[in-house]
């Protein structure tokens, strides 16, 4: 007999009668009647798979042009008012699910509009009031299809900003805007925009050459406190505390921003390595008055398998006794009968002891007890390995200086001993960070290299209100990230100097050029990096264009103090931005131009007129 297919169909045949028997499927062996119920569940079920594209607006040329640019400009004069020490704090205002877009973007420009700055209040909703840029940016959402991808691809710059230097969003967003409007204008002249887009990328690679040569590195504290303060909006009291906390906590430490419970702002340093895990039993507590486990010099045991039986521990338990230690045991979970044994043993005094469930979650717990273990000096006794605890020995055991346990976190002070190993460790995870491109992951691995060597800051934001705790928040995230940013590659003169003095270079980048074309692509490069300085002087209520000829006539090191308004050594009065920042901004608005240059049709979804809820009906309809 022949196989047959589970859904081999058989056509239909004569009956008796000359009737005609209905369609049978052949199922696990088993002939059964394809009735019009099953053929409408499968029906059905393939209607859940069918995806309908709705109407789609498609622009092209100068109308594709005219929308893009339309929107950039919105976002771009929304966010430019705050750009310089004297720039206006804006009105952020949290009402998509309350208003439409264009009513958010009118609130936005109402403030921008006016000179005085004035504040928006909406009935229902706190306003925040801020002066980040890629906060700005994330908060609006135009009712223009076409304007609102142009908001959408300038707020990218933002991001990416962001997330690589941790600062310079707004002048990301102005340098950005300035690129593509030079560059259109001259497309529209005729010239060919692939062209103007290599013309831009050699001159950014050339300009990123010279800034990295004379960028000058951090000398100590007061460059760091420069750099926070101006990032801070020339808040030295949050410069400082930047300063002291990365003082401290050194190049490889993490700072962490929370709100504080009271008005005022203060910053920690945390010592050794910070589990959120605490003791499983309250039993294992060794100080009564502060409800904690502290052991000095204790022995240490990392498993990421649960402990079922007593035997397996056994030999740890002895050595611990003979030696006059305390044991701390990390594990994915303890049975019953392991954890009675184990505090009958430490009320009777036989043993120090105490255990904690292993920290994280998934992928990254295996990290965090690779990590405990390195700095411990322990094995890693994992299953995926074959490492059984029946087998563990003594020698396994890792040591830690100093443990604190409370019922929900665990402090490790790590040996002097192994200090090598922790070093090797924090250098691979950089390793690791330098080849992420994933903005989440390069926290986490930040957060662990920081652990590791033992400096984690945390700073707790307090204020009156819960607007200028929001404020002050942002303040603080950026200084932190700027200084972080000096500290890897650098600083560089302040005040939209730099883009001015890198300017300069742009006629001798030309001479490396032939194509006349790719020269007017340098040429925009170097007209828009005029405008920062430009806009930071007019915010200030100078004229802009006699700052920048007056610095276009001063050496590297000096420029315009929009604060005190004198032409002086930013060096020295402490307006500096980190090189990092002052590269990422060029890189990414250059990114950015380049694409919407080329582009010649956009596609969007086509917004459809909303349904009257009552019939339009002449003399009755108001």
Known sequence: MSALSPTTAFPPKPGRGGCLVKPCVLVGGRVGIAGKKQQQEQQLQRRKFLVKAGPKRIAFGQECRRGLVAGIDKLADAVAVTLGPRGKARISLSLSRFFSASLVLAALMEVILDSAGRNVVVDGELPKVINDGVTIARAIELPDAIENVGVLLVREVASKTNDSAGDGTTTAIILAREIIKLGLMAVASGANPASLKRGMDKAITELVKSLRNKCRPIKGRDDIRAVASISAGNDCFVGSMIADALEQIGSDGFISIESSSSFETTFEVEEGMKIDRGYISHHFVTNQDGSTVEFQNAKVLVTDQKITRTKDIIPMLEKATQLGVPLLLIAEDISSEV??????????????????????FAEGKKGLLQD?????????????????????????????????????????????????????????????????????????????????????????????????????KLRIEDAK?????????????????????????????????????????????GKALLVP???????????????????LSCDWEFGYNAMSGKYENLFDSGVVDPCKVSRSVLQNAVSIAGVLLTCEAVLV?????PKPAVPFVPGITP
Do not use: F
């Open 372 to 472: 405990i273990a390195i700095m411990t000096g322990a094995d890693l006794l994992t299953g995926d390995l074959g490492m059984d605890l029946a087998n563990a020995t003594s020698d396994q055991l890792g040591i830690a200086r100093k443990v604190t346990v409370t019922n929900n976190s665990t402090m490790i002070v790590a040996d002097p001993s192994t200090k090598p190993e922790i070093r090797a460790r924090i250098d691979q995870l950089k390793k690791d960070i330098a080849e992420t491109d994933s903005a989440y992951l390069s926290e986490k691995l930040a957060i662990r290299i920081a652990k590791l060597s033992g400096g984690v800051a945390i700073i707790k934001v307090g204020a009156p209100t819960e607007a200028e705790l929001e404020d002050k």
């Open 605 to 609: 979804e086509k917004t459809r007129k």
């Open 533 to 551: 300085a430009q806009l930071i002087a007019h915010n200030a209520g100078v004229d802009g264009s006699v700052v920048v000829e007056k610095i």
């Open 481 to 525: 990230n700027a200084s972080l940013a000096a500290m890897a590659e650098g600083i560089a003169p302040g005040g939209g100097a730099v883009y001015v003095h890198l300017s300069k270079q742009v006629a001798s980048i030309k001479k490396l050029m032939e194509d006349p074309e790719e020269k007017l692509g340098a040429d925009i490069i």
């Open 339 to 360: 954890l009675s044994t184990l505090i009958v043993n430490k009320l009777q005094g036989i043993v120090k002891v105490a255990a904690i469930k292993s920290p994280g």
